[in-house]
């Protein structure tokens, strides 16, 4: 799951950033509301993670102007706005949850996880190939009933070739998914991370390879 994080506090947005990839998000940064802007309209991301005072003023008004023009990806407020009145503002201009600074990183992640679900091509409770099952709520994979150990790119990874389970996923479309923008698309790191998560399925193999154009999850013999 790919999240865009608008905080411009530069100490802050590292440790949010490092938190949030942590918890297996890829994450996209930006400081101040047109850089953010820029960003949400090249970008499809699954949660937005918004700092309300931001160079360039309160974000609660852009916000609010996206929402009335029908845009609907799920936005968390982390703002040291928190009285009352001020969550309920948040609540009103379109965000969907409202989280006071100082926070606890366990709990973004968790609120953010969720929130993610909400997004417009939100995922089922479960995901299943063949004996391999994952909770995308405990944000656990199993496999013929033994929990498997994934780290979090390996873990969304998986969780693409379930959703596309017997199509073709291409590296590209798993590098813009699962990676950020800090990401080297001329590297190996996606087949590197496949790899790892093979040799974590185990056998019968169900991630194949397709010559030149991606990667397959299926219970049946892939192609070449």
Same mark, same amino acid.
């Given at each position: 799951?790919?999240?865009?994080?608008?905080?411009?506090?530069?100490?802050?947005?590292?440790?949010?950033?490092?938190?949030?990839?942590?918890?297996?998000?890829?994450?996209?940064?930006?400081?101040?509301?047109?850089?953010?802007?820029?960003?949400?309209?090249?970008?499809?991301?699954?949660?937005?993670?918004l700092d309300r005072m931001v160079p360039f003023g309160?974000? #609660?008004?852009? !916000?609010?102007?996206? /929402?009335? =023009?029908?845009?609907?990806?799920?936005? @968390?407020?982390?703002?040291?706005? +928190?009285?009352?009145?001020?969550?309920?503002?948040?609540?009103?201009?379109?965000?969907?949850?409202?989280?006071?600074?100082p926070f606890a990183m366990r709990e973004l992640v968790?609120?953010?996880?969720?929130?993610?679900?909400?997004?417009?091509?939100?995922?089922?409770?479960?995901?299943?190939?063949?004996?391999?099952?994952?909770?995308?709520?405990?944000?656990?994979v199993r496999r013929g009933g033994v929990l498997l150990?994934?780290?979090?790119?390996?873990?969304?990874? #998986?969780?693409? !070739?379930?959703?596309? /389970?017997? =199509?073709?996923?291409?590296?590209?479309? @798993?590098?813009?998914?699962?990676? +950020?923008?800090?990401?080297?698309?001329?590297?190996?790191?996606?087949?590197?991370?496949?790899?790892?998560?093979?040799?974590?399925?185990?056998?019968?193999?169900?991630?194949?390879?397709?010559?030149?154009?991606?990667?397959?999850?299926?219970?049946?013999?892939?192609?070449?």
């Amino acid at each position: 799951m790919r999240v865009l994080l608008v905080e411009d506090d530069d100490d802050l947005r590292e440790v949010i950033a490092a938190g949030l990839r942590d918890g297996g998000f890829a994450v996209d940064c930006a400081a101040d509301w047109p850089e953010a802007d820029v960003a949400l309209h090249l970008t499809a991301y699954d949660c937005v993670v918004l700092d309300r005072m931001v160079p360039f003023g309160d974000t #609660l008004a852009p !916000l609010e102007g996206m /929402r009335r =023009a029908g845009w609907s990806v799920p936005v @968390l407020c982390l703002t040291a706005l +928190d009285s009352l009145d001020e969550r309920v503002r948040g609540l009103e201009s379109g965000a969907d949850d409202y989280l006071a600074k100082p926070f606890a990183m366990r709990e973004l992640v968790l609120r953010v996880r969720g929130l993610s679900r909400r997004a417009p091509d939100r995922l089922p409770a479960f995901l299943t190939c063949a004996d391999v099952v994952m909770d995308v709520s405990r944000h656990e994979v199993r496999r013929g009933g033994v929990l498997l150990s994934l780290s979090p790119k390996e873990y969304a990874v #998986l969780q693409q !070739l379930l959703v596309h /389970r017997d =199509a073709v996923v291409t590296r590209t479309g @798993l590098l813009e998914h699962c990676w +950020d923008e800090m990401a080297d698309p001329v590297s190996n790191v996606v087949d590197a991370v496949v790899a790892g998560l093979r040799r974590k399925l185990g056998s019968p193999g169900l991630v194949h390879t397709v010559r030149g154009r991606g990667f397959l999850l299926s219970a049946e013999p892939g192609p070449c």
